[in-house]
């Protein structure tokens, strides 16, 4: 079945500086990925999700890319800010016959000083 | 629109106890999942649902019922509550498998 690897655990970086988080997954049938961020005791939100059709996507100052031959994307943030403090999960979708869902990585600390 | 809505928030079983922890979506969502995440940890899938009376396992089922009479809603069951139980547990609803999920807050249970 489907395995997400996600790194770093954890990353800190200073405020304004580039933030990249990696995914690997293991299933070459999975089409939709995307990435939540969770800040402390909240629900985690979508904040980009990218599709296996798609090399790139950007959004503001978050981007992802998509390399389906080596089966990983990415999350890139520029110019990070402290509210971009929090964890961040990646996930890949996972089909079982007809039905699907998402497996996720096991979430990436981002800590951005000021 | 209220999204997904779960209750309680927060909730202390002794061990042996069951409770149902409730799930309600306004967004005619027919994908409805359960997800359990430990501290310090990612999100694991208990059960999902692919639309009413249809539901299947995920990663973590063990100790865990659902049932999905309606579209709408998307109650889990906890038999005989062990500590292993204790974490933090996301409803999440979507318009397909594909599709972003939209989370509820999350139910806090301990089980002592």
């Known amino acids: 079945g489907e395995n997400v690897e996600q790194h770093p655990s954890t990353l800190s970086v200073q405020e304004g500086d580039s933030a990249v988080i990696k995914c690997t997954y293991s299933d070459s049938a999975s089409n939709y990925f995307p990435w939540y961020k969770q800040e402390l005791g909240k629900r985690p939100q979508l904040i980009i999700d990218?599709?296996?059709?798609?090399g790139e996507k950007k959004d503001q100052r978050i981007a992802v890319t998509l390399n389906k031959t080596a089966k990983h994307f990415s999350l890139h943030i520029t110019e990070t800010q402290p509210e971009d403090s929090a964890v961040y999960f990646c996930?890949?979708?996972?089909?079982?016959?007809?039905?699907?869902?998402?497996?996720f990585g096991k979430g990436t600390k981002l800590s951005v000083k000021p | 629109n209220a999204g997904v809505t779960q209750t309680p928030k927060f909730r202390i079983l002794k061990i042996g106890q069951s409770m149902t922890l409730q799930c309600a979506q306004d967004m005619n969502h027919n994908y409805m999942y359960w997800y359990r995440q430990d501290p310090g940890m990612g999100l694991k899938l208990i059960y999902y649902s692919v639309g009413a009376g249809i539901t299947d396992k995920g990663e973590v089922p063990n100790g865990y019922n659902v049932s999905r009479s309606t579209t709408e809603d998307f109650p889990l069951r906890l038999e005989l509550a062990a500590p292993s139980q204790t974490s933090v547990y996301f409803c999440?609803?979507?318009?397909?498998?594909?599709?972003?999920?939209?989370f509820g807050s999350g139910t806090r249970l301990t089980v002592v």
């Open positions: 999440a609803s979507s318009s397909g498998p594909e599709a972003g999920y939209t």
């Open positions: 996930a890949a979708s996972r089909f079982v016959g007809s039905q699907g869902n998402l497996i």
């Open positions: 990218i599709r296996s059709n798609v």
